[in-house]
Protein backbone atom coordinates (compact mmCIF):
# COMPACT_ATOMS: atom_id res chain seq x y z
CA UNK A 1 0.00 0.00 0.00
CA UNK A 2 1.18 3.64 -0.78
CA UNK A 3 -0.17 7.08 0.28
CA UNK A 4 0.68 10.04 -1.29
CA UNK A 5 -0.35 13.19 0.37
CA UNK A 6 0.46 16.73 -1.65
CA UNK A 7 0.81 20.03 -0.70
CA UNK A 8 1.44 23.23 -1.64
CA UNK A 9 -0.68 24.26 -4.42
CA UNK A 10 -2.27 27.79 -4.35
CA UNK A 11 -2.69 31.09 -5.87
CA UNK A 12 -0.40 32.98 -7.79
CA UNK A 13 0.21 35.58 -10.19
CA UNK A 14 1.82 35.31 -13.92
CA UNK A 15 5.94 35.02 -13.54
CA UNK A 16 5.92 34.00 -9.89
CA UNK A 17 6.84 30.28 -8.05
CA UNK A 18 5.35 27.58 -6.06
CA UNK A 19 6.71 24.93 -4.67
CA UNK A 20 4.48 21.20 -4.65
CA UNK A 21 5.33 18.43 -2.00
CA UNK A 22 4.03 14.58 -1.88
CA UNK A 23 4.72 12.58 0.77
CA UNK A 24 4.74 8.83 -0.12
CA UNK A 25 4.39 6.48 2.71
CA UNK A 26 2.62 3.20 3.42
CA UNK A 27 3.76 -0.54 3.51
CA UNK A 28 5.00 -0.54 -0.09
CA UNK A 29 6.54 2.66 -0.38
CA UNK A 30 10.32 1.90 -0.59
CA UNK A 31 9.19 -0.61 -3.73
CA UNK A 32 8.34 2.99 -5.79
CA UNK A 33 10.25 3.16 -9.24
CA UNK A 34 8.92 6.32 -10.22
CA UNK A 35 7.04 9.63 -9.09
CA UNK A 36 5.99 11.99 -11.08
CA UNK A 37 3.58 15.18 -10.73
CA UNK A 38 0.46 15.16 -13.89
CA UNK A 39 -1.68 18.03 -14.90
CA UNK A 40 -5.73 18.59 -15.42
CA UNK A 41 -7.37 21.86 -16.01
CA UNK A 42 -11.10 21.56 -16.40
CA UNK A 43 -12.42 19.85 -19.46
CA UNK A 44 -8.73 18.17 -20.24
CA UNK A 45 -7.16 15.10 -19.85
CA UNK A 46 -4.88 14.87 -17.43
CA UNK A 47 -1.08 15.46 -18.53
CA UNK A 48 2.31 14.37 -17.15
CA UNK A 49 4.19 17.55 -16.10
CA UNK A 50 7.38 16.13 -14.94
CA UNK A 51 8.62 12.64 -13.56
CA UNK A 52 11.32 11.36 -11.45
CA UNK A 53 12.82 7.43 -11.66
CA UNK A 54 14.16 5.80 -8.39
CA UNK A 55 18.22 6.49 -9.81
CA UNK A 56 17.15 10.03 -10.25
CA UNK A 57 16.13 10.08 -14.31
CA UNK A 58 13.91 12.99 -14.48
CA UNK A 59 11.00 13.63 -17.69
CA UNK A 60 9.51 16.91 -18.03
CA UNK A 61 6.68 18.23 -20.76
CA UNK A 62 8.09 20.31 -23.27
CA UNK A 63 5.53 22.86 -21.85
CA UNK A 64 7.78 23.32 -18.41
CA UNK A 65 11.46 22.12 -19.21
CA UNK A 66 13.46 24.91 -18.57
CA UNK A 67 10.89 26.43 -15.84
CA UNK A 68 10.12 22.97 -13.08
CA UNK A 69 12.44 21.15 -11.60
CA UNK A 70 11.32 17.60 -10.13
CA UNK A 71 13.42 16.40 -7.38
CA UNK A 72 12.80 13.62 -4.80
CA UNK A 73 13.96 12.80 -1.42
CA UNK A 74 14.17 9.44 -0.06
CA UNK A 75 14.13 9.65 4.47
CA UNK A 76 13.19 6.75 6.44
CA UNK A 77 9.96 5.09 6.00
CA UNK A 78 8.82 7.64 3.18
CA UNK A 79 10.25 9.48 0.41
CA UNK A 80 9.09 12.93 -0.96
CA UNK A 81 9.03 14.32 -4.52
CA UNK A 82 9.03 18.10 -4.70
CA UNK A 83 8.06 20.03 -7.43
CA UNK A 84 9.23 23.42 -7.78
CA UNK A 85 7.61 25.83 -10.34
CA UNK A 86 8.91 28.66 -11.38
CA UNK A 87 7.76 32.11 -14.12
CA UNK A 88 4.31 30.45 -13.96
CA UNK A 89 1.78 31.12 -16.38
CA UNK A 90 -1.77 31.23 -16.41
CA UNK A 91 -1.45 27.63 -18.44
CA UNK A 92 -0.55 25.85 -15.95
CA UNK A 93 -3.13 26.47 -14.08
CA UNK A 94 -4.56 23.59 -13.06
CA UNK A 95 -5.20 20.42 -10.31
CA UNK A 96 -2.14 19.15 -9.92
CA UNK A 97 -1.92 15.08 -8.93
CA UNK A 98 1.60 13.09 -7.60
CA UNK A 99 1.45 9.94 -9.23
CA UNK A 100 3.51 6.77 -8.03
CA UNK A 101 4.46 3.37 -9.98
CA UNK A 102 5.77 0.44 -8.02
CA UNK A 103 7.09 -1.56 -11.63
CA UNK A 104 7.17 -5.15 -9.91
CA UNK A 105 3.41 -5.39 -9.37
CA UNK A 106 2.51 -3.05 -11.66
CA UNK A 107 0.66 -0.59 -9.63
CA UNK A 108 0.01 3.17 -9.69
CA UNK A 109 -1.08 5.07 -6.49
CA UNK A 110 -2.88 8.69 -6.87
CA UNK A 111 -2.60 11.54 -4.82
CA UNK A 112 -5.94 13.65 -3.86
CA UNK A 113 -4.78 16.39 -6.04
CA UNK A 114 -3.67 20.42 -5.07
CA UNK A 115 -4.98 23.10 -7.13
CA UNK A 116 -2.70 25.73 -8.81
CA UNK A 117 -3.72 29.23 -10.40
CA UNK A 118 -2.02 31.54 -11.93
CA UNK A 119 -3.61 34.75 -12.59
CA UNK A 120 -2.71 37.58 -15.64
Known amino acids: QVQLVESGGGLVQAGGSLRLSCAAS?????????MGWYRQAPGTQRDLVAS?????????ADSVKGRFTISRDNAKAKTTVYLQMNSLKPGDTGVYYC???????????WGQGTQVTVSS
Open 52 to 60: IAREGYTNY
Open 99 to 109: NSVRMATIERD
Open 26 to 34: GSAWFSIDV
